[in-house]
């Protein structure tokens, strides 16, 4: 168990539709990471967070976007949802900030997209 | 930005052989490279990293070298056993974030 939770494990949705996952880092730690996913791909760095502040952004969509509240926990927000959109999205967390990109990444068990 | 190129895509191998997966990197800036597994149904877990101001790091059946001047570092696992079966990935730190190579399905043949 690497301390960092994700929900919902699962979710199905349609074309057009918009659905939040959360994250909720482990105990401590600032920096929040959020990865993509999709079937047979590596991982993609969408966006990462540190201490409520945008720190860093990645191949994020601009349909997509992130915040991270005062509690450190964070969510993703996917809008007008496309067939592409299916995929794996991960949270990480880490306690260094991301200009400090060495430090043991801790990912959640990931929120499964299937959208139809 | 970083880019990490990962090599097998897939790696079948017997219980009991040895494994190698490598990845070469772009950013002669990098220091540290870590190794993570990821088995399935779960997210990725480091498993072993190195730095830069070492050539070879080693912990139990795993280990990892790097080779700075090639650009190059990999993943060796000796004696492999079924319960080593999953996808690995290699990764290096980008400018924003860690950038993660396309990762290789290591499959242990009982």
Known sequence: ?116 | GENVEQHPSTLSVQEGDSAVIKCTYSDSASNYFPWYKQELGKGPQLIIDIRSNVGEKKDQRIAVTLNKTAKHFSLHITETQPEDSAVYFCAAPGRRALTFGSGTRLQVQP
Do not use: M
């Open chain 1, 1 to 116: 168990d690497s301390g960092v939770t994700q929900t919902p494990k699962h979710l199905i949705t349609a074309t057009g539709q918009r659905v939040t996952l959360r994250c909720s880092p482990r105990s401590g730690d600032l920096s929040v990471y959020w990865y993509q996913q999709s079937l047979d791909q590596g991982l993609q760095f969408l966006i990462q967070y540190y201490n409520g502040e945008e720190r860093a952004k990645g191949n994020i969509l601009e349909r997509f976007s992130a915040q991270q509240f005062p509690d450190l926990h964070s969510e993703l927000n996917l809008s007008s949802l496309e067939l592409g959109d299916s995929a794996l999205y991960f949270c990480a967390s880490s306690v260094v900030a991301g200009g400090q990109n060495t430090g043991e990444l801790f990912f959640g068990e990931g929120s499964r997209l299937t959208v139809l």
